[in-house]
């Protein structure tokens, strides 16, 4: 009787210590399961950090351009831009280093909506004549109708002619995304049949006018000559491509080279 009792006893212990084995099984997923859910909410929270990140970035160039605006690039300090953003001057140093590096990134940001004005309008247009005159005319437009982004262009000139700069490296950044706002002009006139070197020179033109058309119309010296710029920049442009057409008509055909006699 008493050895029935010690083997109830010791299959009652199993059944329970095999319950208990398998609860412990089901456990180890469940914590795998918790200890995904926190890897995911750790990507979450850095996802969200860096968003917090750019917003604030985003807050920073904002009041960079409205003090830039009023101020230009010598009149503007870290401590004007800082109270314009509602930060402490220690906060925009966390994401740029001066106020040349801040007033390249918002240069850069207005170059890039030049740069889409101008690839809208170009990628319109399939013949190489169209492709030039819209490249031209949507650069040249951008700054007629946006004259904050022309001033911004124009820093060198603020306080007399002599360069500043935003330093070397800043400035090789800036000038190539200039390049590639202008290079559709330049593709353009190569497709037109110009030589490289012409090619360039068209491109250089059409900056250089649009530039000077700009700075007359911003500052109503163009009112003196009673034209208006966009007119005399559509004029110089269909010039600059009836130039290229007839240079390409006359441009004689290379004499096929000459067989060795034997």
């Known amino acids: 009787m008493k050895r029935e009792t010690e083997r ?22 469940a914590k795998r399961v918790a200890a995904g859910a926190g890897r995911t909410t750790g990507a979450g929270r850095a996802a969200r ?19 830039f605006d009023r101020a230009g690039l010598d009149g503007a300090s870290l401590r004007a831009i800082a ?9 925009l140093y ?6 040349e ?13 030049v740069d889409a004005a101008v690839a809208g309008a170009v990628a319109r247009r399939r013949d190489p004549a169209a492709r030039l005159r819209a490249a031209a005319l949507a650069f040249f437009g951008f700054y007629a ?21 935003l330093g070397h490296e800043r400035d090789r950044a800036l000038n190539d995304q200039l390049a590639a706002v202008l290079r559709p002009i330049t593709t353009a006139a190569l497709a037109l049949g110009a030589t490289p070197r012409a090619a360039e020179r068209v491109t250089v033109d059409v900056f250089a006018h649009a530039a000077g058309l700009l700075l007359l119309a911003h500052t ?9 710029a966009a007119d005399l920049m559509t004029r110089f442009v269909d010039d600059r491509i009836a130039a290229l057409r007839a240079s390409a008509e006359t441009e004689p055909e290379p004499h096929p080279a000459t067989a060795p006699q034997p």
Request: aromatic share 8%.
């Open 8 to 29: 109830e006893a010791a299959k009652q212990k199993g059944t329970k210590q095999g319950a208990t084995n398998r609860g412990a099984t089901k456990q180890g997923p």
């Open 49 to 67: 950090d860096r968003a917090v990140g750019d917003l604030k970035r985003d807050l920073i160039l904002a009041a960079a351009r409205r003090v």
């Open 83 to 91: 109270a314009e953003a509602g930060y402490t001057p220690a906060a």
């Open 94 to 99: 966390f994401h740029f280093e001066s106020k």
């Open 101 to 113: 590096a801040l007033y390249a990134a918002v240069l850069h940001a207005s170059l890039a909506r």
């Open 145 to 165: 109708d946006n004259p904050r982004d022309l001033d911004l262009g124009f820093y060198l000139m603020r306080g007399g002619m002599t360069p500043a700069g």
């Open 220 to 228: 109503g010296r163009i009112r003196m000559f009673r034209a208006s």
